[in-house]
């Protein structure tokens, strides 16, 4: 009878741990939440698109940093190392090739916080993107072509680290809100790009949240792009009538006004 008794008081003591853990685990999850919204999730490119921006609010626990990464698709890039040859001529040297490689790598911090939270640990940050890519032939200096590359992407617009643009607008509840004004360059392709948010802790990443932005054309820009990729052979003898007419009309507005010597 005893035995009995023991058998039939375990799953009550296992049921009322069960509870306790969970309640913990629902109450850490809480504090670290991290909630984002877009202003628009589309971003439409007209003829005369010359960029944008992108609002951002959202909330985080109260005693973490927010970082925003927006990030493009990954590819393979192809470039070429240049050199110099018998030591004064500068040339093409090698073909290097990184591998995954975002098209575009923005970030967005707090003022004078960039440093501590865009360190290689949490995964964010130029330091954490080349332990990220790869890059062939393995015997060329990866940190050297991924640092020409990001200097050429940020003259782009589409990679850097925006210090300064995260504000917190004071307190919700048990966490605080902020906001943030992404710059969208024009040189920023049709696609789908990823926005997420990361709340920063005590060195840590202790919450994170993300959105899907979309960047498509709207108007000419897409009834040309239309017509390249869907309708080639009508594309390209309007193409041909347009460089003939274009042509014609230049020799009728210059004829007569100079010639060759």
């Not at 023991?6 to 309640?23: D, E, G, H, N, T």
């Not at 985080?60 to 940093?65: E, H, K, L, Q, R």
């Not at 110099?84 to 004078?112: I, Q």
Request: hydrophobic share 40%; with cysteine.
């Amino acid at each position: 009878m005893e035995i009995k008794n023991q058998f039939y008081m375990k799953p009550a003591i296992l049921v009322s741990a069960l509870v306790f853990l969970l309640a913990f685990a629902t109450t850490g999850v809480a504090a670290d939440q991290v909630q984002m919204e877009l202003s628009t999730r589309v971003i439409r490119i007209p003829a005369f698109y010359n960029g944008t921006t992108l609002e951002v609010t959202g909330t985080v626990p109260a005693d973490a940093d927010v970082v925003i990464r927006v990030m493009g698709p990954r590819e393979d890039v192809h470039l070429k190392e240049k050199g110099k040859v018998f030591g004064f001529l500068w040339m093409n040297k090698t073909d290097v090739t990184l591998g995954n490689t975002p098209a575009v790598y923005m970030l967005y911090v707090p003022e004078n916080r960039g440093r501590e939270l865009l360190s290689p640990k949490l995964g964010l940050g130029y330091q954490a993107l080349e332990q990220e890519v790869s890059l062939e032939p393995a015997s060329e200096d990866k940190s050297f072509v991924l640092g020409e590359y990001v200097k050429l992407m940020e003259k782009y617009g589409v990679y850097n680290d925006h210090a300064g643009t995260v504000m917190y607008t004071g307190n919700a509840g048990p966490g605080r809100s902020f906001s943030a004004t992404l710059t969208i360059p024009p040189k920023m392709k049709p696609g789908q790009y990823q926005v997420q948010c990361y709340a920063v802790r005590d060195g840590r990443v202790s919450g994170q949240t993300g959105d899907t932005l979309t960047i498509e054309l709207t108007g000419m820009p897409a009834l040309i792009a239309n017509m390249a990729y869907n309708h080639a052979l009508t594309y390209g003898i309007i193409a041909v009538c347009i460089a003939i007419a274009a042509g014609l009309l230049m020799g009728m507005l210059f004829k007569g006004k100079g010639g060759a010597h």
